[in-house]
């Protein structure tokens, strides 16, 4: 009867805790075991990460076998490792469908499991998709090295700024290094080298250096490697935005305007790494502020594009915001405004609002950057209000400001209540966004303003205030 088998004259790699030989399973079936050696105050438990959800994106562990000196686990033969794929030239193409099946596996992992050590190496090519394997080995290192020495343990190149300061890793801590390893796919290279102290150095006070490719997904790795964990984005929105980079088509303003896009992106990543220099309240702030100035700043010009490309003869307006006019039709892109912390079930870090008006009628939405969906997770949302006490109130939605804005948002009594909203807003895909402000602003050039008959304007549904402050 055969069984669980490897033979060591078949090395198929190594690494720092163990090494890959060739092996057999029960039916005889080519398989791959990887051998880790045991260290005092080591586990199986640390090892082995129980409950990985199946997917072609995720290596799977088949079979744990113990020995006195070490803990074998036996898991599918890979094809190939991503490390070697990357010793030739990838297309475009070919990058993209790498990063998204990763991309895809933090998804399903959904921060329940956090992988902590994401590099080439633990990218498997496995029946014909790319998959992650080795969840336990950066939990095992932690496990059985000490604080002095655990820097030793660390994939330095990949590793998160909270890696290197001994903070909890969360799902944000493999969305960094992704954004490392998406940085090496498409620029060819990683975005910081050096020894392990300029590396640490580089990780938590260094700009990353911008790359060429399509625009967006410029973007998106930019804020891969944002040093705040909280202004990543989540790995379903990696998901999305992958999946549309590569048909991105770039307008003559998105031309003209990438480099001064570079450009801006350079300067707040730079402030950035200075702010990161220390961690406090207000620093941490800073940092969400320069995220969402990076947001709004790509959703404002994602419009602004649009309308200039679609009606050459609209006028753009850059003073403290943005206004567009064309005809009797004028639309604003509020400047963006810091907020301070408010008393509140929610966190606001930065606001701005965008108007549409010809003569007297106008419709107007506030933007918040703040932590709606989850607690101490950001993202920009788009909200409208309207006057409780006052049914008519024009028939249209207003912005307010976060003072009020946020009571409005509390399941009592208040001036004010939501009229529209509240939509998370997606600044690496902002097509919905995009299309209903120029629709109303091109209605309104041609003095067909679409005025409501009656507010609230669809069914707005307050976030939940439960298990918040």
């Not at 390893?181 to 080298?193: V, Y």
């Not at 590569?246 to 570079?262: D, G, N």
């Not at 101490?376 to 307010?400: C, H, Q, V």
Request: overall charge negative; some cysteine.
């Amino acid at each position: 009867m055969s069984t669980w088998s490897y033979d060591e004259r078949v090395l198929l790699g190594s690494g720092g805790f163990g090494a890959v030989y060739g092996a057999t399973g029960p039916k005889g079936e080519p398989l791959a075991a990887k051998v880790v050696k045991r260290v005092s105050g080591s586990s199986r438990e640390q090892l082995v990460v129980s409950g990985l959800p199946e997917s072609p994106h995720i290596v799977p562990v088949l079979h744990v076998e113990e020995t006195p000196g070490s803990f074998v686990l036996y898991m599918p033969r890979a094809t190939t490792s991503l490390r070697a794929r990357m010793s030739e030239p990838l297309t475009l193409t070919e990058a993209l469908k790498i990063l998204g099946d990763i991309a895809r596996a933090l998804e399903i992992l959904d921060d329940a499991i956090v992988h902590r050590d994401l590099k080439p190496e633990n990218v498997l090519l496995v029946n014909g998709a790319w998959a992650l394997c080795d969840f336990g080995i950066a939990r095992f290192a932690e496990a059985t090295t000490s604080l002095e020495t655990h820097k030793g343990s660390l994939s330095a190149p990949y590793a998160a700024p909270e890696q290197w300061r001994y903070e909890r890793a969360t799902g944000a801590t493999d969305v960094y290094a992704f954004g490392v390893l998406a940085h090496e796919l498409i620029a060819g290279e990683r975005p910081f080298s050096g020894t392990l102290d300029e590396l640490r150095d580089a990780h938590l006070t260094r700009v990353p250096p911008g790359i060429e490719g399509p625009r967006k997904l410029a973007w998106t790795i930019s804020e891969c490697l944002a040093k705040a964990p909280q202004a990543r984005p989540t790995a379903a929105a990696l998901v999305v935005r992958l999946d549309s980079a590569e048909s991105e088509a770039t307008s003559k303003a998105a031309r003209a305007l990438q480099q001064a896009q570079s450009a801006l992106i350079s300067a707040r990543a730079t402030e950035e790494a200075r702010v990161q220099a220390e961690a406090s309240e207000e620093e941490r702030r800073g940092l969400l502020l320069l995220a969402a100035e990076s947001g709004y700043e790509a959703l404002s010009q994602e419009l602004v594009e649009f309308i200039a490309d679609s009606a050459p003869d609209t006028e753009v307006t850059r003073k403290s915001g943005i206004d567009l006019t064309l005809n009797n039709a004028r639309l604003t892109l509020a400047p963006l405004r810091p907020v301070r912390k408010a008393d509140q079930p929610w966190d606001v870090i930065a606001q701005s609002s965008v108007r549409v008006a010809i003569g007297s009628p106008s419709r107007s939405h506030s933007l918040y950057f703040a932590d709606f969906e989850s607690h101490g997770r950001y993202a920009w949302f788009e909200l409208g209000f309207m006057n409780t006490f006052n049914a008519d109130f024009d028939s249209e939605p207003r912005e307010l400001p976060p003072k009020e804005g946020l009571l409005a948002l509390l399941p009592t009594m208040a001036s004010y209540q939501l009229a529209w909203g509240v939509k998370r807003l997606d600044p690496g895909s902002p097509d919905e966004f995009v299309e209903s402000w120029a629709e109303r602003f091109g209605l309104a050039a041609v003095n067909k303003f679409p005025r409501l008959s009656r507010l609230p304007d669809g069914n707005p549904v307050r976030p939940s205030a439960i298990g918040r402050n």
